[in-house]
C-alpha cells in the first residue's frame, strides 16, 4: 500500500510547466531515488510535497491524507521530514540547538523539554554528530552540516524521509559513509524518498527509480530496468559505460 | 584563598543576583534621598531599558528589524493620556500594554509576512501613519489640536515604570529560554528550514511582536505624565524608534545584559554630553557609536566576553611558563 501518493501532480511558474503531470507512489519500506539531469524538477517536486510550494493542479496523499492546502510546519507534524540541496542549517546556533528544534517543534504533539534533549541527543549519535554537539553549526565542514541536517530531521520523528541531493559535494569516502547512514535510517523504519546525481549511491541503495526530464516522469523501474533503459540512457546517464558505475 | 575561585561560572550567578537585588534596593529607595531631578533621569534611563530589551526580545533572535518602537510607544502616550482622565493611573498603563497588543497583533498578521529591508520600511511607515492618522482625528474629529496630560507625582510615575522595567527583564529572560526562544531564533538562523522542522513562523512572529509591544504601550502610558502637552509630533517621535536599536546595537545582543547596559550607559551619557556640551555632544556622540561599530561588533557585551577570555587565556600562559621554570 503506498504511503505517500501523488496524482497528476503538476506546478507552473508562468508558461513554464516545472513540473507536469507526474503520477508517484512511495511505498512502506522502501528506498526510492529520484534522478534525471539539472532542471528536470526533482527539488520542485520535493518542494511540492514538503508545501513549500503550492500544487498547480493534482493532489498529493499521505496515509490517504490529502496534503493540499497544508502549510510546511503541518506537513513536518504529518510525518514527513527533509533536508536541502543547499544546505540550510542554522548557521549561528550550536548542533545541538539546531536538532533540538527538530525535536521540539516537528512531532503532531508537544514534547517536555527532557523528552526533545534525549531525542535530541540520540539523533545526534546516530549520525555520529555526538562529539560536535556544542560546535556552531557554521563551523562544521559541509558533509558534518548535511549530516546536521539529517539528524534535525530524524528528531522530527518522521515515517517519510525526503533527503535532496545528501551525497552532493561528497568525496567517495563519504559517499560511502553516507549511503551507510542512508541504509541504517531505513532500517529504522523510515522510507526514504532521495534526488541524487551520485549513480554509485543510487544504484547502491535504492529498491525503485523514477526518471523526471523536462518536468514529466520518463521511467520507473529497479535499478537494472533504469541502467538499461535506452531513453534515460540517451537523455541522462550519457552511454552505457557510465551507467551502473 | 585564590581570587579566581571567586569567578567560577555558579559564584557568578550568585554574583549577578546579589547585583541585581542590589540595583533593586537602590531603585526602591531613590526616592527618598534622590531629588526629584534624579528620580527623572532614572525614570529615563529605566524607559529606554524598557524600549531597547523588548525591542531586543523580538527583532534580536529572529532578524526582523522593527522600527515601530515608537508607534507603539506614541500609542501608548496616547492610550494613557485618554484613560488617564477618567482612570487611575495603573488602569491607563495597563490600557497602554494592552491596546498596543492588540494593534500590533493586527499589524503583525499583515506585516510579518514581509522580509527583511520591507519589513522595517512598513513598520517606519506604520509609524508616520498613525501620527498622521492622529492628527487628522484631532483636527477633524476630536476638535482639539494636542492635548494636557492628567497630572501624577514623579514618584508614582517612577515605581510604575520600574515595576514595568522588572516585568519587561522577567519576561525577556523567559522568552529567551523558552520554546519561544528557540523557535524565534530557528527563525532568524534560517526562517524556511525553521518552518520545515515543524516551527509555525508566522503565530511565532506574532505573537512575540505583540509581547514586546505590551512593554512598549505601557512604558509610553506611564511617561506620559511627564510630557504634560502631547501632540502627535511629541507622541510619535522617531527618535523612540531608532534609539532602541542603537542602543540594543551599542550593548551588544549576544548577551542577555547587553542592550540593558547599552540602554543604561547609553541614555545616560546622552544626556551628560547634553548638558556638558550643548553644542558638541551630537558631534562627541556620532564619533563614540562610529567606534562602538567599527571595534566592537559584539557590543559592549561581547567586549566583556573578550576580556573574560583574555584573562583566562593569560591565566593559562603564565602557569605554562611557571611550569617551563619548572622542568628546566
Same mark, same amino acid.
Given at each position: 500500500m503506498p504511503i505517500l501518493e501523488g496524482l497528476d501532480v503538476t506546478k507552473n511558474f508562468g508558461g513554464l510547466a516545472a513540473v507536469s503531470h507526474v503520477d508517484f507512489h512511495v511505498d512502506r519500506g522502501e528506498i526510492v531515488g529520484l534522478i534525471g539531469p539539472n532542471g528536470a524538477g526533482k527539488t520542485t517536486l520535493f518542494n511540492l510535497i514538503s508545501a513549500a510550494l503550492p500544487l498547480s493542479s493534482g493532489e498529493i496523499r499521505f496515509k490517504g491524507q490529502k496534503l493540499n492546502g497544508l502549510k510546511p510546519h503541518q506537513i513536518c507534524k504529518t510525518g514527513i521530514a527533509r533536508t536541502f540541496q543547499q544546505t540550510k542549517i542554522f548557521a549561528d546556533m550550536p548542533v545541538f540547538q539546531n536538532v533540538l528544534v527538530g525535536a521540539s517543534f516537528g512531532t503532531p504533539t508537544r514534547v517536555s523539554p527532557s523528552d526533545a534533549a534525549r531525542v535530541t541527543t540520540e539523533a545526534l549519535e546516530f549520525v555520529g554528530l555526538a562529539a560536535m554537539s556544542a560546535s556552531a553549526a557554521k563551523d562544521l565542514t559541509l558533509v558534518s552540516q548535511k549530516r546536521v541536517e539529517v539528524a534535525r530531521a530524524l528528531a522530527t520523528k518522521p515515517e517519510l524521509l525526503l533527503l535532496d541531493e /545528501?551525497?552532493?559535494? /561528497?568525496?567517495p569516502a563519504e559517499v560511502s559513509e553516507a549511503m551507510e547512514l542512508v541504509t541504517r535510517i531505513r532500517d529504522k523504519g523510515i522510507i526514504i524518498f532521495m534526488v541524487e546525481h551520485v549513480m554509485k549511491a543510487i544504484m547502491g541503495i535504492c529498491g525503485r527509480i523514477m526518471v523526471l526530464h523536462h518536468g514529466e516522469k520518463l521511467a520507473e523501474g529497479t535499478c537494472q530496468e533504469i541502467a538499461s533503459n535506452k531513453t534515460v540512457i540517451e537523455v541522462y546517464l550519457g552511454g552505457e559505460t557510465h551507467a551502473g558505475n | 584563598m585564590n581570587i579566581a575561585t571567586l569567578f567560577t561560572p555558579r559564584n557568578r550567578k550568585v554574583f549577578a543576583a546579589a547585583f541585581l537585588l542590589l540595583v533593586l534596593i537602590f531603585l526602591a529607595t531613590l526616592p527618598l534621598y534622590g531629588g526629584s531631578y534624579y528620580i527623572l533621569v532614572v525614570t529615563t534611563i529605566l524607559m529606554y531599558v524598557v524600549l531597547t530589551v523588548s525591542w531586543t526580545m523580538f527583532s534580536g533572535p529572529t532578524g526582523y528589524m522593527s522600527l515601530a518602537t515608537a508607534a507603539f510607544f506614541g500609542v501608548g502616550i496616547y492610550i494613557g493620556t485618554i484613560v488617564g482622565e477618567k482612570l487611575p493611573l495603573l488602569v491607563a498603563v495597563a490600557a497602554g500594554g494592552v491596546g498596543c497588543f492588540i494593534l500590533a497583533l493586527l499589524v503583525g498578521l499583515v506585516t510579518l509576512r514581509l522580509r527583511g529591508i520591507y519589513f522595517a520600511i512598513f513598520t517606519f511607515g506604520l509609524l508616520m501613519f498613525l501620527s498622521e492618522l492622529i492628527l487628522y482625528l484631532e483636527i477633524?474629529?476630536?476638535?482639539?489640536?494636542g492635548r494636557h496630560v492628567f497630572p501624577a507625582s514623579d514618584e508614582a510615575v517612577f515605581y510604575v515604570m520600574v515595576v514595568i522595567c522588572v516585568a519587561t527583564l522577567l519576561t525577556a529572560y523567559f522568552i529567551r529560554r523558552s520554546r519561544l526562544g528557540l523557535a524565534m531564533q530557528s527563525i532568524g538562523g534560517n526562517e524556511e528550514a525553521a518552518a520545515h522542522m515543524g516551527v509555525n513562523t508566522t503565530r511565532v512572529k506574532v505573537l512575540t511582536f505583540a509581547i514586546s509591544a505590551v512593554f512598549m504601550g505601557a512604558a509610553g502610558a506611564i511617561m506620559a505624565p511627564s510630557l504634560i502637552y502631547i501632540d502627535p509630533f511629541i507622541a510619535f517621535n522617531m527618535r523612540y524608534s531608532f534609539m532602541p536599536v542603537l542602543m540594543a546595537v551599542f550593548g551588544g545582543m549576544g548577551q542577555f545584559y547587553g542592550p540593558v547596559i547599552g540602554a543604561a550607559i547609553f541614555s545616560y551619557t546622552e544626556r551628560m554630553l547634553r548638558l556638558e556640551y550643548p553644542y558638541h555632544y551630537m558631534l562627541t556622540f556620532g564619533i563614540i557609536l562610529i567606534l562602538v561599530i567599527l571595534f566592537l561588533p559584539g557590543g559592549l557585551a561581547g567586549l566583556i566576553q573578550k576580556l573574560q577570555k583574555a584573562r583566562v587565556i593569560s591565566k593559562l600562559w603564565n602557569r605554562g611558563k611557571e611550569e617551563q621554570h619548572a622542568n628546566t
Open positions: /545528501l551525497m552532493a559535494g /561528497l568525496n | 477633524n474629529i476630536w476638535g482639539s489640536r
